[in-house]
């Protein structure tokens, strides 16, 4: 059983025991994790947006997971808390992963590992850096 922020010690919180519980070291598991379902595409890419979406819901406060990809997209166009590399990306990103679950595209593994690379590359190029809290403004 996982140790929940509420059942950690006071004298433990900030400590090393609370980084497992962190958006970004969650995420990075996941990612991993996803590579075992690269040979189920549509699987594979419903995890893997998934992953993204939790993650900035937990990283940045945007309420990824309950919204559309466009719903999403036309928020996120307002916030500041990813820079316009950062939100190019995931509008990439998104739709590919949505060409995947909802057309039926079958790419070939290649395309998914690229997909991957790049939900990686947004997770490690957005988690917080020494000193910086989660939900950081940019």
Known sequence: KQTTAYEIPLRLVGSEMCIRDRPYVIAWKRLQDALGMIHDAERFCTEVS????????GRFNLHAP???TEEFLFELQSSNR???DHKELLREF???CDMVKFAK???PETELRRLHEAASRLVGETQPRLGEGEGGER
């Open 66 to 68: 309950d919204r559309t």
């Open 50 to 57: 998934l992953i993204v979406r939790v993650y900035l819901e």
């Open 82 to 84: 990813l820079v316009n």
């Open 94 to 96: 998104l739709g590919e």
């Open 105 to 107: 595209a079958e790419p």
